[in-house]
């Protein structure tokens, strides 16, 4: 799909801009004062994944470590939120 940014709406949300690309396939037509001035958008030839090719390509690349779950079980009990943001 193609859409329509101004040049200063890519300035502000170049990473969104590049995370839509990137994992949707979407392409842009960047306006400046009203006309074209460039579009950016997937390579040719390159290839969106899928969230089940991702988890595919994951599952696949690597052993089963056991302890992983433990360790996010740990990182979970630590992440709390403080009682003042300006404390910490």
Do not use: C
């Amino acid at each position: 799909m193609e859409h329509r940014i101004t040049a200063t709406d890519l300035a502000r949300r170049l990473g969104e801009v590049l995370g839509k690309i990137r994992y949707r396939g979407d392409a842009f037509l960047i306006e400046r004062n009203g006309k074209p001035v460039a579009r950016i958008g997937p390579l040719p030839g390159g290839s969106v994944s899928t969230l089940g090719e991702a988890l595919r390509a994951w599952v696949e690349a690597a052993d089963n470590d056991a302890s992983f779950a433990d360790d996010l079980e740990r990182v979970a009990e630590q992440d709390r939120v403080p009682e003042s943001p300006w404390g910490s």
